[in-house]
């Protein structure tokens, strides 16, 4: 049984709950039993305890999933615009776009006010003594307005250039589509949360 599962059966059996504790408050009320205020305060708590279930199950997302990925931790995230993963050094060039994908797809829109945020994935190799180079394996653009993930031209990134070039050539991404759905000419993945 999944955890959506539990959460959704247990909000029905608190909401039958605290419906069944009601009437055997009003009863208590009616006939001047002395529980009466107890079971006033555990219908109250039962009916709580259902409504925050029902609220967790209308908000709970579980995190997508995407066939091919390979860990790699957020290492920066400025709350805004820009989400920056590291990638270990043995880190294979086919899981690149699978991991961008993941990434982007379980981002949550939160404080970002609908912005265009740049996922990266970047790993860092040794230039010198005691001196390191980040080096950008490959970017992604999660569009939070549009729900769409828009996937970067390759290119080589070096450390004088400008990231924020102007998006040419894109390949867009919908979150409203089926994940199950093969991928088409345009390269349409899903993102839509799996129940």
Not at 4 to 10: G, K, L, N, R, Y
Not at 56 to 75: C, H, L, T, W
Not at 109 to 122: D, E, I, W, Y
Not at 173 to 189: A, G, K, M, P
């Amino acid at each position: 049984m999944s955890i959506i599962e539990v959460i959704q059966d247990a909000t029905r059996w608190l909401a039958w709950g605290g419906f069944g504790l009601s009437l055997l408050t009003v009863l208590a009320y009616l006939f001047k039993w002395k529980i009466k205020f107890r079971l006033t305060g555990i219908t109250i708590f039962t009916v709580l305890l259902s409504a925050s279930c029902w609220a967790f199950d209308q908000s709970y997302r579980p995190p997508v999933n995407i066939e091919g990925y390979k860990y790699a931790p957020i290492v920066y995230d400025n709350g805004f615009d820009l989400v920056v993963a590291q990638a270990s050094n043995d880190f294979p060039e086919e899981a690149i776009k699978p991991t961008l994908l993941q990434i982007a797809a379980n981002l949550k829109g939160g404080g970002r006010n609908g912005a265009q945020v740049k996922v990266r994935l970047r790993k860092v190799e040794s230039a010198g003594d005691g001196i390191s180079k980040p080096i950008i394996l490959g970017e992604i653009i999660k569009d939070l307005n549009e729900s769409k993930i828009i996937e970067l031209p390759d290119r080589s990134y070096s450390l004088d250039e400008d990231l924020s070039n102007e998006v040419d050539s894109q390949e867009s991404y919908s979150i409203d589509e089926d994940l199950s759905n093969e991928v088409d000419s345009q390269e349409s993945y899903s993102i839509e949360a799996y129940e």
